[in-house]
């Protein structure tokens, strides 16, 4: 046996198989989801932009999910990781139907499954890179709360991801209340997507809002939101700036 045999073979004992390794570098991304409470429910708002790389190459990426019978589920980060996540949930989903004893899972239930899902990944040192937002409404109790990929969780009246988490979160503090009405509520959404899709490189304009509430789950078909480019910070972006071109 050759020196480089016999490498390999001791190489072949002390590790008989290389780990199982998924995304380890999100590539195929998507921005903000933003949602909250309102009189009836929870509404939630994404866009369909998926940026591959630092390029905004897909414009129809779907990235708000019915969960079960009393969940609406959204994410933002790697796209390939958020369908692992929706074929775990289903398989959880089934299994909890299988039962049959007329009881279903609830949003606090599945939050509670997701933050250990997410936190266990971390612990693996293998992620999935996704921060995610669970709202739903079982029993007339409304509940909204978020996880990201380290496990990082919370219940809030209104929670956002990524740059809403800078952009959106203030226009929420001052603008939110209990008592927001449907309309008022999408209002409210649609103001906070319009500011990110100024700010966010990765935003695009084509938009997807859900409700939830005991009656069931409604997403809408895409739309896109009116804009105005002619304010002077966008016409003359580098005015004042020293040393731009």
């Known amino acids: 046996m050759s ?50 790389g630092s390029t905004l190459r897909y414009k129809s990426v779907e990235r708000i999910k019915a969960i079960g019978k009393h969940s609406l589920l959204g994410a933002s980060g790697e796209i390939s990781d958020f369908q692992e996540l929706l074929r775990n949930l289903d398989e959880l989903i089934l299994y909890d139907n299988m039962w049959d004893d007329g009881n279903a899972l609830g949003p606090k239930e599945i939050h509670s499954y997701l933050t250990r899902l997410m936190y266990n990944r971390r612990n693996k040192f293998n992620p999935l890179w996704n921060s995610l937002v669970l709202g739903g409404v079982k029993n007339g109790q409304k509940y909204l709360g978020t996880v990201n990929m380290i496990g990082v969780t919370f219940e809030d009246d209104h929670v956002t991801t990524g740059f809403g988490n800078h952009l959106a979160r203030p226009i929420l503090r001052d603008e939110w209340h209990e008592n927001l009405t449907f309309e008022e509520g999408v209002k409210l959404l649609e103001k906070c997507m319009r500011v990110l899709l100024y700010r966010d490189r990765s935003a695009v304009n084509k938009l997807q809002i859900a409700k939830i509430t005991e009656e069931g789950v409604t997403i809408s078909q895409p739309y896109s939101l009116k804009t105005f480019w002619n304010y002077s910070a966008f016409e003359n972006p580098t005015s004042g700036a020293e040393g731009s071109w």
Do not use: F
Request: proline fraction near 8%; aromatic fraction near 8%; include cysteine.
């Open 3 to 52: 020196p480089s045999d016999s490498n390999q073979a001791n190489h072949g004992l002390l590790c008989p198989e290389a780990p199982i390794q998924r995304t380890q570098y999100p590539y195929v991304t998507g921005t903000s989801v933003v949602a909250i409470k309102y009189k009836d429910g929870i509404l939630m708002i994404a866009d369909l932009g998926g940026s591959y």
